[in-house]
């Protein structure tokens, strides 16, 4: 069975910093780009970050460029994000998401975590 | 960026009622969106693809339409679990990925 796994959610004071992690299992995680997605308190869905196969190619969304870092362990099936100067804007269920098909960004996400919860706050 | 905006914010259906949403992209996006069902304290699911290709497993009542700035989810008659919140979400711009604002469907 394909999964996600998610943590590393928690309480963080504004300017601070979390890593997140997303586990996977069940496919060939190298071969495939994944995504971090959040949805804050109530709202909808924004796409924060993507990382290619191979860990060689990233993008962030303008929200998080220069503060949050996607990258992944292949030898671990592990996606993470490294999230640094924490604003309370950033307070979010942050779901990883793999991308449906393989070795190509332009797909959408067939297999979502069940999200973890970060929380901005003094 | 592609603005995507859904439409309406809030669907009152009955069960087995047809349930018909609008999403709208800023600029063309081929046929490259995707629809997805959420429901409370879940993430979300993917339904549709390729605006029109059902995913695996999802029902024949789950049909997608349409291409280039204009997109239509339909739900031919509205089973209890189809209660739940739909996002439309383009991937043609796949650097700067976006979602509409969602329409919550509710029962009538």
């Known amino acids: 069975e394909v999964q996600l796994l998610e943590s590393g959610g928690g309480l963080v004071q504004p300017g601070g910093s979390l890593r997140l992690s997303c586990a996977a299992s069940?496919?060939?995680?190298?071969?495939?780009?994944m995504s971090w997605v959040r949805q804050a308190p109530g709202k909808g869905l924004e796409w924060v970050s993507v990382i290619s196969g191979s860990g060689d190619n990233t993008y962030h969304a303008d929200s998080v460029k220069g503060r949050f870092i996607i990258s992944r362990d292949n030898s671990k099936n592990t996606l993470y994000l490294q999230m640094n100067s924490l604003r309370a804007e950033d307070a979010a269920v942050y779901y990883c998401?793999?991308?449906?098909?393989?070795?190509?960004?332009?797909?959408?996400?067939?297999?979502w975590g069940q999200g973890t919860m970060v929380t901005v706050s003094s | 960026e592609i603005v995507m905006t859904q439409s309406p914010a809030t669907l009152s259906v009955s069960p087995g009622e047809r349930a018909t949403l609008s999403c709208r992209a800023s600029?063309?996006?081929?046929?490259?969106l995707a629809w997805y069902q959420q429901k409370p304290g879940q993430a979300p699911r993917l339904l549709i693809y390729g605006a029109s290709t059902r995913a695996t497993g999802i029902p024949a009542r789950f049909s997608g339409s349409g291409s280039g700035t204009e997109f239509t989810l339909t739900i031919s008659s509205l089973q209890s679990e189809d209660f739940a919140v739909y996002y439309c979400q383009q991937y043609n711009n796949w650097l700067a990925l976006t979602f509409g604002g969602g329409t919550k469907v509710e029962i009538k």
């Open positions: 998401a793999k991308y449906f098909h393989s070795g190509t960004y332009s797909s959408t996400f067939d297999i």
């Open positions: 069940g496919f060939t995680f190298s071969s495939y780009a």
């Open positions: 600029q063309s996006v081929s046929s490259n």
